[in-house]
């Protein structure tokens, strides 16, 4: 996070910014978002500020009636996750407030998703799939891309992505991934065991798992890690459950 920080980017990204950040986010990354948004032009405002435009949290108040924060049930100020922040940060460019929203059910909110070599049916499944639940898709590698999915390694697009993991912060993961987090309905799904060049998600058996993150997530699927990607998402390809997901 220093490191951002001390980037070359515009000290004025953030110059149209009144944001407050919700007591919910831990004291060390409220201070780190802080010094992001005030490092490049924004303002730190009280959540009943009138001039407020962006109120940072990672949830949704229960009720329109409900207050988060003291922040007004009518205020017109865009919620976003701290990810709003990270990746305007990251690629030098004000990012859309809609593409980072709390709203839990939005699973894929802040993923911006891209394929390389995949089938068609494949391809139509992830991004609809992926925009449905607040995701964005790309069919080129742009630098707005978060996630790369990948059944396979050396095609142009992986080694693209590879070169420029650090830089911008990219995941070159199987899509698999996908599919856990639709079947399981979680939202910021670790991608260490799917990501390339080693996915240990093809490694079937408990013992393959028990350094991973979210194990007790792993517990759920461990004995369908070997199935193919195409076997996984079969249930999405009909119209009916298709549709399914698009309402949610």
């Known amino acids: 996070m220093h490191s951002m920080v001390d980037s070359s980017n515009s000290p004025q990204l953030f110059s149209n910014v009144f944001y407050a950040i919700s007591d919910l986010i831990e004291d060390n990354k409220r201070r780190q978002l802080a010094a992001l948004l005030n490092a490049n032009g924004a303002q730190a405002v009280p959540p009943n500020d009138p001039t407020l435009s962006h109120f940072i949290t990672t949830a949704l108040p229960h009720t329109k009636s409900q207050s988060l924060d003291g922040l007004p049930s009518d205020t017109h100020a865009h919620l976003v996750t701290p990810l709003w922040v990270e990746r305007t940060i990251i690629i030098n460019s004000v990012q859309d407030p809609a593409n980072h929203s709390p709203d839990p059910a939005l699973l894929f909110s802040s993923i911006t998703a891209a394929a390389t070599d995949l089938a068609p049916s494949d391809l139509e499944v992830l991004s609809a799939g992926i925009t449905a639940l607040g995701g964005q898709w790309r069919s080129g590698l742009t630098k707005e891309v978060t996630h790369l999915f990948a059944l396979s390694t050396g095609s142009a697009k992986y080694e693209t992505a590879v070169r420029f993991q650090k830089t911008i912060n990219i995941k070159v993961l199987v899509p698999h991934w996908f599919d856990d987090s639709v079947r399981l309905g979680v939202r910021g799904l670790a991608t260490g065991p799917y990501e390339w060049p080693a996915p240990t998600v093809f490694k079937v058996g408990w013992e393959s798992l028990q350094n991973?993150?979210?194990?007790?997530?792993?517990?759920?699927?461990?004995?369908?890690?070997?199935?193919?990607?195409?076997?996984?998402?079969?249930?999405l390809r009909d119209t009916e459950s298709r549709e399914a997901v698009k309402g949610i």
């Open 212 to 235: 991973e993150e979210n194990i007790s997530i792993f517990t759920h699927f461990s004995s369908d890690l070997s199935r193919p990607f195409h076997d996984l998402s079969a249930p």
